[in-house]
């Protein structure tokens, strides 16, 4: 006995035949919004990583700025040991401020040079390549309006 069965419902419905495309394009709509997604975080830490390069840069110079005012300090306590208006012990004081400033100015310079790199990495580009921020922190020039000509703008266009 042979016995051959088919379901008859089966692929009748035009929503079973084509659920196959409207799975595929429903995932590649997902794929899209994940791309779009993905840059618009890349966007966020790129501008993160510039600002605190920026920031880095400054705490940079600060630090240098500070290893110099430690060595003029420890060449006028020097000088005043030697000429006894100072305890020797003064004179220790400032090396070893002289010597706590070029320690932090070297941890600066190292975290600008990371924050350089991450910077670069973000941007695509090779560690090491030279960059520079790209406009000096300013003031905010202030804005004038026209009111009148504001409104009459206003009025024009929600017609």
């Known amino acids: ?25 429903s995932q590649h709509s997902i794929a899209k919004l994940t791309v779009d997604q993905t840059y618009q975080q ?16 400054a705490l940079a110079e600060i630090s240098q700025a500070s290893v110099v005012v430690a060595e003029e ?16 012990v003064e004179g220790t004081r400032l090396r070893a401020a002289h010597v706590q400033a070029q320690s932090s100015a070297l941890e600066a310079k ?22 520079v921020p790209a406009t000096e922190v300013g003031d905010i020039t202030p804005l004038s309006l026209n009111i009148a000509d504001t409104v009459a703008t206003a009025m024009a266009q929600n017609q």
């Open 1 to 25: 006995m042979f016995s051959l069965t088919q379901q008859l419902l089966k692929g009748h419905r035009f929503a079973y035949n084509v659920q196959n495309i409207t799975q595929a394009q």
């Open 110 to 131: 190292n975290r600008e040079a990371n924050a350089t790199d991450a910077l670069l990495l973000l941007m695509g580009l090779a560690s090491g390549e030279p960059i």
């Open 73 to 88: 300090a420890l060449r006028v306590g020097e000088a005043k040991v030697e000429a006894g208006e100072l305890a020797p």
């Open 42 to 57: 890349v966007l966020a830490e790129t501008a993160s990583a510039y600002w605190n390069w920026v920031y880095q840069v």
